[in-house]
């Protein structure tokens, strides 16, 4: 079992910046950001993966950085030239094993909100 807690979420005008933090009960091997909007289905935003790569939708690269702190089992996202589009709850999940990535546990996902 992995719990996992994010924080960071608000809102902030278009253009603006927020980081995501999501604290995690131990390290898994697979990480990643997800969001979901209003009447969407969850997507994928960031991930680093049980080979530690990471990938980013392409919607979001260029303006968004996952990172991790190991020592603190702690995943962060950092989001640069927000856009409304990007407005959404945001999930922090973990899991997978040392040959896959899964994504077995997840938080209970914080709201960022992106005004024009």
């Known amino acids: 079992q992995v719990q996992l807690v994010e924080s960071g979420g608000g809102s902030v005008q278009a253009g603006g910046s927020l980081r995501l933090s999501c604290a995690a009960s131990?390290?898994?091997?697979?990480m990643g950001w997800f969001r979901q909007a209003s009447g969407k289905e969850r997507e994928r935003v960031a991930t680093?993966?049980?080979?530690?790569?990471?990938s980013y939708d392409d919607s979001v690269k260029g303006r968004f950085t996952i990172s991790q702190d190991n020592t603190k089992n702690t995943l962060y996202l950092d989001m640069n030239s927000l856009k409304p589009e990007d407005t959404a709850v945001y999930y922090c999940?973990?899991?997978?094993?040392?040959?896959?990535?899964?994504?077995?546990?997840w938080g209970q996902g914080t709201q960022v909100t992106v005004s024009s």
């Open positions: 999940a973990a899991g997978g094993s040392s040959w896959r990535c899964d994504f077995s546990y």
């Open positions: 131990r390290s898994a091997y697979c």
């Open positions: 680093i993966d049980n080979y530690k790569r990471i």
